[in-house]
C-alpha cells in the first residue's frame, strides 16, 4: 500500500527535527531517503511505524496515511507497528533460536499452531534469502550466525508480522559488501510484494537500487523524483552538491 506523509512536523522536547515533510512512497518501489547525518531520516522511519512516540519528549503535527488509514488515528500503535516493519542498522538476534526468532511476532500475537508456525517460519526465511544456509540448524542460537545472516534473520522476523511497509534504517552499514549485495537482491526482490523504505548513507546503494529517491536535509524534503532524475539531473543546488561525492 502507498504510504503519504502530509506536512509533517515532528521533534523532541519542543525541539524541532522534522519541518512539514510532504512525502508519498510508492507502493511496489524502493523508496530510497539519503541525507547528511543528522539530518532526521531516522526520526522519519520512526515516526512512520509510530515509535518515535516510545521516546520521551515527542510530539508531532500533520499527517500519515497508510492507504486510506491514518496511522495517528489508531488507538493501538502495535497495529501499526506490525503493518510498518522496522528493521534497525545494527542486527538484532534476539537471545533465542534461528526459528523462534522469525516466530517471535506471530508467537506474540496468539499463534499456537505447529504445522502454521512452521510453515510461516519456512516461508519468511525463503523470502529473506536466508533458507538455504540455516534450513539445517533451525534449533541453534541465532548469535552463531554472521553479522549479514542476522540482518536478513530480522527481515525474516519483520517479513513474519505480515507486513504491507518495510522501513530499513541503513541495513547494510555494518555488513561487508558480499552481505550487502545479498541484501540488495532480497529488497529488489520483495520490492514486488511490498512499499519499501529505505535508508542509506551509502550513494552507490541508493544508484543501485532506488526506484525514488527522496533527499533530505535539516529535517526537510529538498527533492525527490526518480533515480535516474536525481542522480543525473537533480534541480536544486543542495542536491547537485550532495550526490557530487558520485560524479
Ligand atoms: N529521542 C531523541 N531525543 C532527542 N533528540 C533526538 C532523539 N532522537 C533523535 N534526536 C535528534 O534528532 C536529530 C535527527 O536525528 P536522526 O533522526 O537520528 O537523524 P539521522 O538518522 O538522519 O542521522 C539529531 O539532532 C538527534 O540528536
Ligand atoms: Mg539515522
Known sequence: MALYVKNFSAGFAGHQILKTVTLRFKKNQINVIVGPSGCGKTTLLKSINRTAEMEKGFSFSGEIRLGKENVYANQDPSVIRRKIGLVFQTPVALPLSIKENVLFGPRYFGCRDKPKLATVAEHCLQRAGLWAEVKDKLDLPARTLSGGQKQRLAIARALAAEPEVLLLDEP????????????????????????????????????????????????????????????????????????????
Open 172 to 247: 547494510c552499514s555494518s555488513l561487508d559488501p558480499a552481505s550487502t549485495k545479498l541484501i540488495e537482491a532480497l529488497l529488489l526482490d520483495l520490492a514486488g510484494q511490498l512499499t519499501i523504505v529505505l535508508v542509506t548513507h551509502n550513494l552507490f546503494q541508493a544508484n543501485r537500487v532506488a526506484h525514488e529517491v527522496i533527499f533530505l536535509m535539516d529535517g526537510q524534503v529538498i527533492e525527490s523524483g526518480s533515480r535516474d532524475q536525481m542522480f543525473s539531473h537533480p534541480e536544486q543546488a543542495e542536491t547537485k552538491a550532495f550526490f557530487s561525492g558520485l560524479l
